[in-house]
Structures are given as structure tokens and as C-alpha cells.
């Protein structure tokens, strides 16, 4: 499977060689498509899509399959303590639509299936899961 994660492995999730891993997200697909998981911090103004320097596509990225999940593993914890919104958005998006749309379409009518704004105290709520949906 490909991975995106270049500058995003949940976009904070993927760590610089020097860096250590503190904490993994895992996210869960319990519905019964195909999902497409993207990560970034939020910036001091709310992040568009149109914004990311590449598209997301089902090819560079991982395709989470129903009833399965996928664990990104990074220094989370740092990069919270770093944020100056303290604030990590999780974009999921049906693979049907990234494989049959453009990504101008997609950005244009913002056609995610759920964003998830979260911050360090809501993700270990959560233990460091995201369930969709």
C-alpha cells in the first residue's frame, strides 16, 4: 500500500530521523466503503484543502477498507505542544470520490465524509482512536 505521508503521515505523524515516535493514531473504518485518512495541524487560519501542496488520491495515499484500521504512528505529542491552535485535523474521504472526482471538485464542494478537529486531551479521550463514523 502506498502511503502518503510525506509531509503528513497524519501530517505530523511522520517522523524526522532524529525525531521519536510518542504516540499513534489509529483510525478505524467501521463503515462499509473504502476510506482515505489525511492529517495536518490546524494553522493559525482554518486550513482548506485548496491549501495542501499536492492532491490526495486513493493512489498516494493508504485506503483504510471497511472493518479495518490503520495506525500512524509520530511525535504527536511534541508536535501538540508546538501548535499554536493545539489543534489536529483528520480529513476522511470515500475512495469512490478521489478515485472518480477531481481534486478541484473535491475541494470546491469540500466533499470529505468527516473532518475530525481534535486536540491532544480529545484524542487521548479517545485512546488515541478515531472510529468512523
Known sequence: MAILFGILSICAGCPEPDEVVDSAIVVVNNSNRDIVAFGMHKLKTDTLLQTLPFPITSQNSEVIPPGDSTKYGGPFKKKFAEMP?????????????????????????????????????????????????
Open 85 to 133: 491552535d493545539k489543534v489536529h485535523m483528520i480529513f476522511l474521504f470515500s475512495r469512490d470520490t478521489l478515485d472518480n472526482l477531481s481534486w478541484d471538485q473535491i475541494t470546491d464542494q469540500y466533499l470529505i465524509l468527516r473532518r475530525y478537529d481534535l486536540t491532544l486531551d480529545s484524542l487521548e479521550g479517545r485512546n488515541w482512536k478515531v472510529i468512523f463514523p
